[in-house]
């Protein structure tokens, strides 16, 4: 049998949804069936070691390991090598990255891939399926600087929040042969935005290795203090998006009206200093815990009381659904996509986007043990081994390469 040659691009494999969704996928691919890639931009992440040996990890580009340095150096560096117009464009890029007005964090990595990608040289190899398993510039990058005879983009999340500028994804998108995307609410949201794209953009749903998390959670130690209270636990990076403003004012409520809990955080991200910031800000520097980056979240997640998750938008979140691997009661903010995961008040309580109704719902759940227990017994008798997304990234690759 001869084999369908696939590469994936990605960003990096720092913490994050998307990134451990490219490990499971990866895990878990036909190797007799497929030759695969993988290019990082940046060769970092607490998910390095997770690549499949089987994958092929490309040498990450000269060209680009200058250029992404800090402007003097890269400058410098350039200069030295005499590549005056690639010192003038990263020049430019620091220029745009101060005074561009961006709509978003999303919208600034639309607008900065057009000076960025002259940091980057074409892959040489040709393919038979290009992959930019990320939104913007993974996607990108797939479209411009590989060659394949068939290319998809992988979008992870709810298009409509991400303050995102549909012209210049339009531009991508008509060069892509399918957007794939993770839920039934993502694919709407894309084909509200793109209803001229509409017969290209379909569903796979992030791969959720059961046996795995269920192994995973019990090794390692977990929470290492003496904390005997009530356990609250987020995952997710520190950014805008996962609403941790709204976390922590939910925790000063808590522990204004009498509850002995402490809230957990597991990731990193550019917010990380503001929020800490405002941890002290409210005294809650024993009660709101950082705990950084952890590649076997899992342990945390099974000695918590109760998962949380006050994300103002999602794709669909892998965090809340390694939660219900691990029959955890959860609580959602009522962000676009959630129905796709949370039945209310049957798999996890849905709340509004407040600080005040998300303090209402840990509090419900806190007081009310026969409800907790509801949410845990309903999420028993749903967790069943799922690699339907194996099945439909198969069926896809099929149809594409025999038309």
Aim: aromatic share 12%; glycine share 6%; charged share 25%.
């Amino acid at each position: 049998m001869v084999k369908s040659k696939i590469l994936f691009v990605m960003t990096e494999l720092k913490s994050g949804g998307a990134q451990k969704s490219l490990i499971s996928l990866l895990s878990n691919l036909d190797y007799n069936r497929f030759d695969v890639d993988l290019f990082l931009f940046k060769h970092e992440g607490v998910f390095l070691d997770s690549v499949p040996k089987e994958v092929n990890l490309l040498e990450p580009q000269r060209k680009w390991q200058i250029f992404s340095q800090t402007l003097f150096r890269s400058v410098l560096l350039l200069l030295k090598q005499r590549d005056f117009i690639l010192a003038y464009r990263r020049t430019v890029v620091a220029l745009m990255a101060r005074i561009k007005r961006f709509k978003s964090p999303s919208h600034s990595t639309q607008v900065m891939w057009r000076y960025l990608s002259y940091g980057f040289d074409t892959i040489g190899t040709t393919y038979d399926i290009s992959i930019g398993y990320l939104e913007t510039q993974a996607t990108y990058f797939a479209i411009e600087k590989t060659n394949a005879r068939v290319k998809y983009g992988w979008f992870h999340n709810d298009y409509q929040s991400m303050g995102l500028e549909k012209r210049i994804d339009l531009h991508y998108f008509e060069q892509l042969n399918r957007v794939i995307t993770v839920s039934s609410t993502c694919k709407e949201s894309l084909e509200a935005c793109f209803p001229e794209l509409s017969k290209n953009i379909c569903i796979i749903e992030n791969l959720i290795p059961k046996e795995y998390i269920q192994s995973m959670s019990l090794r390692g130690t977990g929470f290492n203090d003496s904390f005997t209270g009530f356990r609250l636990l987020t995952v997710g990076r520190l950014t805008t998006q996962k609403g941790y403003d709204l976390a922590i004012e939910a925790c000063r409520t808590l522990i204004q009206h009498g509850y002995d809990i402490r809230w957990y955080a597991i990731g990193d991200g550019e917010l990380k200093k503001s929020i800490l910031d405002d941890i002290e800000r409210n005294n809650l520097q024993q009660r709101f815990i950082l705990l950084g980056v952890h590649k076997n979240p899992y342990t945390y997640i099974r000695q918590c009381d109760l998962y949380v998750q006050t994300s103002l938008w999602e794709g669909k979140s892998i965090a809340i659904e390694e939660a219900k691997v691990l029959c955890k009661p959860i609580i959602a903010t009522n962000f676009p996509t959630v129905s796709d995961q949370i039945e209310n008040r049957k798999n996890g309580l849905v709340v509004g986007t407040s600080s005040w109704e998300i303090f209402k719902g840990i509090s419900e759940v806190i007081d009310n043990p026969s409800f907790r227990e509801s949410l845990i017994k309903n999420l028993m008798d749903e967790t069943n081994q799922d690699f339907r997304a194996i099945d439909r990234f198969s069926q896809i690759v099929n149809e594409d390469l025999l038309t």
